[in-house]
């Protein structure tokens, strides 16, 4: 089981609200293995964001309740953990970026002392020698003049650098793992394709594994090694980048993909929004969380949870029914359906 | 920042121009002159004070040499001790009501911040629940019952040592300063309290206090370094209108306690219509505020470098 | 994952065929609310603001219709019941017109004493000569051999010791003069009288104690001027008449509390309330104009503002008291008044101006200017209504520091001054008879303080229900 770097089985997380339970991750199996990038994909409200916060122990608790499932990184038990324990990990074997730079670094601390806390923290390093290698850190990340930056407060930086300088403080500890949470959603798109690029050298430079949470298939296609689809909580399809690009076994897969804009001119070839909206996850529904919205809806699908069908003999897996062999088969799975 | 201060410091000497304006104005529309309620004036006398006040002039002549005077730093001589200067006055019996102010501001804030910050770490618990309860009566019960409470406290320990423990009233050692500072500090302590628990409750859903502890800091590190720091903030902004409440909410604390302050002698100043010391406290405590408003600014520009670096 | 393998054999053909889903995915769930609607349904949600509503509620009824139902005049003296602690009513006897008494001197007994004695026995047989009222308690005992004299004293609660015979009356300078005429500001509580012989000059170590509780007593003519009998002519000396019922106690003046607690909130009140909704006005004139018209005008008026909220705001007050002309010991209910409004109207402006700026860069302005709507239009139909949330809860928040304000100012003497109560003035005088009479100060400060708090948790429960967004920092 414990070949993988990080491994999580059946995952499930709830909110308590005034309205009542939300199960907002109902059973979520994924691994990373080390080097590569897997990334997560689905819209808002999907769950992806609470499934990576709920490995690091950022969920709130109350409200929100881890309800069932394991990680494990490197064998070792993670969630749940008191965090004292959860320390010895967050920052060391896992760093985390988010989607908001602005936001996301304290306003009132200096860049260099922020990323010199983390290594204060867990090396043990005295100040100047924290300083220093925030400075290195500042340096690796393509910030230009580190040692003057590295003394500025967030305000000074734009929403490009301050993006650098989380990455630079994420990489403080040379984690085994970067969780890059939606890391260039509130990026201008020109300074979206610089840290993406800035992300896959880093990559390859500290041999990190990422995993890269987006709504975006052109960052997917660009960054990951494999794929997986989330839909109402759960993940709908695994695989490849090119199993889900090319050989998409599930409706909603699909749905994003002509969903995407392209550059690629076509006459006939309309952007195709997906219709309606995710269910309502104070009551999930019992079967397929995408049935109201799939064009290819069959009865079935109504009350039966799909489960995990192998598409080829690789890891291509998907959760729906029309993979099951008394389906119907149909060449081309669309959108647009019959 | 420097060009900040300057430009704050320039604002804050016109601000004190018109608050001497407007004194000027209000005590020279009084009905009738200030002389006439000295009952036994005989005309050659009140001819004299008149000089010697400069009432015989016309208006706008007395207004420049007001100004003039101000500028100066003379405030003039009482008229009800003749032999007494409003400077002397001030020198006197300001340092007291300074001392009570300062002593009462320090317990609010630090009282404020602490109290504060508890509430929203046991938020919604019993810590939270009681300390927001006084709190609230801190803010509707009027200060002069808390001062009128308070000494009653300090006879009622007096009785049960059976000597006189802590002093009552009057002034002079730390033992005098206790309770009138307490008291006067109560209401403003409140206020910050209710302030620093949302500031401290909105910090904790702030970003950064995420990626605090996605980078793996200890709990009580992310408390002192990331949260406290942003969360009081806001309080400091609000500290300067609180430093002009706690000095003239101070004149009845110096009532009630016996206090020899500025503010207990404006009060009798008043009572004696006596111009002078009333026209040059008001000036005096005007221009103190705005000068403690202008070193909150500074200060908070010290903590928030957002302000200090624009 | 056994359970869906075993479901999925039994799936048939039938389970495959394409299945009708429904279009419509959103619809909408709520009906639709005005946005006062909408606030009114949320601040009924909320316990505490709701209690607080009632509470002021309940301060109008006793201030309007209070003064109706407790018909009793707030200056009316009863000096008999002077700083009587809340209780219920209480019945005094009726008794005559207070008569001389030339007390008891034993015929044949010596005046001096014979001998000087070490000690002098305690006198034996001490007790009260007849009913003891309100109007006199008289004692009489029986003389001691060696006495050359005898002082009184009366206490509280009972002495332990010689030293604790608490507050020396008087007493007599010979032998046989054995009785004593208490008059001393009695009132209907226990009093325990001691008796010390002394030998002309020094006094004895023994003594005797008595316990006296002297009834309240009236005479008939004052019964009879203060209307609590018709005619004297079924009346005995003797007989117990109910007196004045004062349910909160009476002042140091004998004042009944309650009747001037009514007159006070009328005081306190109206400059609580009427102050603030007047400066409240002018400031959303005030704003609203800098801020409609912007550009230099704005600059002009907001730098005033500036100015006027530099001024020390109590210090003001207290000047525009003189500059109205009111000495002290005067009271000044409509200076004060204008004087708040005078000093109170920056905030509200700077608000207003503030949501105005806001609301005029907003697209449905623009929207409407684009439509031809005229400033008129534009003032009355959005940038007014827009407002009204923020403006009520300043309201809300302007009635507690009015009431702090006149209550303060009071307080050390520079508001509202006796005798016209408020519940300021009357905290004033209450604090000086605080240790003995805490009542006189309880009540105008619980009313002070309830209001206050009422107006404060509304204010909470206005802001959350109105908009999160303007929940202020101040």
């Known amino acids: 089981m414990s070949e993988h770097l990080l491994e999580v089985t059946n995952l499930g997380v709830q909110f308590a609200t005034y309205g009542g339970e939300v199960k907002a991750v109902r059973g979520v199996d994924f691994y990373v293995d080390k080097g590569e990038t897997l990334a997560i994909v689905g819209e808002s409200g999907c769950g992806k964001s609470v499934t990576v916060q709920s490995l690091m122990g950022l969920i709130p608790m109350p409200p929100g309740k881890i309800t069932s499932g394991s990680a494990t990184l490197n064998g070792k038990e993670i969630l749940g953990l008191p965090p004292k324990q959860a320390n010895r990990f967050r920052g060391v074997e896992i760093g985390m970026i988010f989607q908001d730079p602005m936001t996301s670094l304290n306003p009132t601390m200096t860049i260099g002392d922020q990323i010199s806390e983390t290594l204060m923290v867990h090396r043990g390093f005295s100040y100047r020698e924290a300083f220093t290698r925030s400075i290195e850190l500042l340096e690796r990340t393509r910030i230009p003049e580190a040692s003057r930056r590295a003394k500025q407060y967030p305000f000074e930086f734009s929403g490009g650098m301050l993006q650098r300088a989380m990455i630079a403080q994420s990489l403080a500890c040379n984690p085994a793992i970067l969780i890059a949470d939606e890391p260039t959603t509130a990026l201008d798109v020109t300074i979206q394709a610089q840290i993406l690029e800035l992300m896959a050298e880093l990559q390859r430079t500290e041999e990190m594994s990422i995993i890269l949470i987006t709504h975006d298939l052109a960052v997917v296609a660009r960054m990951a090694d494999r794929v997986a689809v989330m839909y109402a909580g759960q993940i709908v399809e695994t695989g490849t980048v090119d199993e889900i690009f090319y050989e998409s076994a599930h409706p909603y897969t699909v749905g994003l993909k002509e969903a995407m804009p392209s550059n690629r001119v076509s006459r006939d070839k309309a952007l195709m929004p997906i219709l309606g909206s995710p269910p309502d996850l104070f009551s999930p529904p019992k079967g397929c969380g995408y049935y109201a919205r799939c064009p290819h809806a069959m009865k079935v699908c109504k009350h039966n949870l799909p489960p995990s069908f192998p598409i080829s003999d690789t890891e291509h897996v998907a959760r729906c029914w029309l993979q099951h062999e008394d389906a119907p088969k149909s060449d081309h799975i669309t959108q647009a359906g019959r | 920042m420097l060009y900040y201060i300057l430009k704050r410091l320039a604002a804050g000497v016109i601000t004190v121009w018109f608050i001497a304006t407007a004194t000027f104005i209000a005590m020279h529309s009084v009905p009738g002159d200030p002389l006439m309620n000295d009952k036994a004036v005989s005309a050659e006398i009140r001819k004299n004070l008149e000089r010697k006040y400069g009432l015989d002039r016309p208006v706008h002549e007395q207004y420049f040499l007001f100004l003039g005077n101000m500028l100066k730093g003379d405030f003039g001589i009482s008229f009800t001790q003749q032999n007494r200067k409003v400077n002397d006055i001030i020198r006197d019996h300001f340092p007291v009501s300074a001392t009570l102010g300062v002593l009462a501001i320090l317990i609010a804030s630090t009282g404020g911040v602490l109290w504060g910050a508890l509430t929203a770490i046991y938020r919604n618990r019993l810590p939270d629940i009681i300390i927001m309860f006084l709190v609230i009566l801190g803010i509707s019960v009027p200060s002069f019952v808390f001062a009128a409470l308070g000494q009653l406290l300090l006879v009622n320990i007096n009785k049960l040592v059976g000597y006189s423990l802590i002093p009552v009233a009057g002034w002079g050692t730390i033992w005098h300063m206790l309770m009138p500072s307490l008291v006067l500090g109560l209401g403003t302590m409140a206020l910050l309290t209710r302030l620093m628990r949302s500031s401290m409750l909105e910090v904790v859903n702030e970003d950064y206090i995420k990626t605090a502890r996605a980078k793996g800091l200890s709990p009580t590190r992310i408390f002192f370094r990331h949260q406290l720091r942003n969360a009081i903030l806001p309080v400091v902004t609000v500290l300067g209108p609180q430093i002009a409440a706690i000095t003239t909410g101070g004149f009845v604390v110096e009532l009630v306690f016996a206090i020899p302050g500025l503010g207990r002698y404006f009060v009798q100043a008043v009572q004696q219509l006596d111009y002078t010391v009333i026209m040059g406290t008001t000036v005096f405590y005007g221009a103190f505020l705005v000068f403690m408003v202008i070193v909150v600014d500074i200060l908070y520009g010290f903590i928030d470098p957002r302000v200090r670096l624009q | ?474």
């Open chain 3, 1 to 474: 994952m056994t359970d869906v393998l075993t479901r999925e054999s039994r799936l048939n053909e039938d389970d495959f065929a394409p299945a009708q889903t429904s279009e419509s995915v959103e619809q909408i769930s709520r009906p639709s609310l005005s946005y006062w609607q909408d606030a009114w349904i949320r601040l009924k949600k909320n316990k505490r603001a709701l209690i607080s509503l009632y509470i002021i509620i309940g301060l109008a009824l006793f201030t309007l219709a209070g003064p109706l139902l407790w018909r009793v005049d707030p200056a009316l003296q009863d000096l008999n019941q002077i700083s009587q602690s809340p209780s219920m009513p209480k019945q005094a006897i009726v008794v005559g017109p207070y008569q001389r008494w030339r007390g008891v001197t034993i015929e044949g007994f010596p005046a001096e004493p014979d001998e000087y004695l070490d000690t002098i026995p305690a006198p034996t047989g001490l007790h009260t000569y007849d009913d003891p009222t309100t109007q006199s308690v008289r004692l009489v005992w029986d003389p001691v051999t060696g006495a050359g004299g005898y002082n009184v004293y009366r206490n509280q609660r009972k002495p332990e010791t010689i030293n604790d015979l608490g507050l020396p009356l008087g007493g007599t300078l010979a032998g046989n003069e054995v009785s004593y005429e208490d008059r001393l500001n009695l009132e209907r509580k226990t009093y325990y009288y001691s008796i010390v012989p002394t030998d002309g000059f020094d006094e004895s170590s023994q003594y005797a104690i008595l316990k006296v509780t002297p009834k309240l007593a009236i005479t008939r003519d004052d019964a009879l001027t203060r209307g609590l009998i018709d005619t004297a002519d079924n009346v005995a000396f003797g007989d117990t008449i109910n007196l004045e019922f004062h349910p909160f106690g009476t002042d140091y003046l004998g004042r009944d509390m309650l009747a001037r607690l009514m007159q006070g909130a009328r005081v306190s009140l109206f400059i609580g309330i009427v102050a603030p909704f007047l400066y409240v006005l002018f400031g959303i004139m005030y704003g609203g104009f800098a801020g409609y018209f912007g550009g230099n005008f704005d600059q002009l008026l907001m730098r005033f503002a500036d100015f006027v909220v530099a001024l020390p705001f109590l210090l003001f007050m207290i000047l525009f008291k003189i500059a109205f002309g009111i000495g002290p010991g005067e009271s000044g209910v409509f200076p004060m008044l204008i004087a708040l409004v005078l000093l109170g109207w920056p905030a509200t402006a700077r608000l207003v101006r503030g949501q105005v700026l806001q609301i005029r860069e907003q697209g449905y302005i623009q929207a409407a200017r684009l439509l031809g709507a005229t400033h008129h239009y534009l003032v009355i139909r959005h940038i007014i209504p827009n407002t009204m949330g923020v403006i009520l809860v300043t309201l809300t928040f302007a009635v507690p520091s009015a009431i702090f304000t006149e209550a303060f100012l009071s307080f050390i003497g520079m508001g509202v001054a006796p005798p016209t109560p408020s519940w300021g003035s009357m905290c004033n005088e209450g604090v000086k008879t605080m240790l003995s009479h805490p009542h006189e100060l309880f009540f105008p400060a619980f009313f002070i303080s309830v209001t206050v708090l009422a107006f404060n948790l509304l204010g909470d429960g206005l802001t959350e229900a109105l908009d999160s967004r303007l929940r202020s920092r101040d």
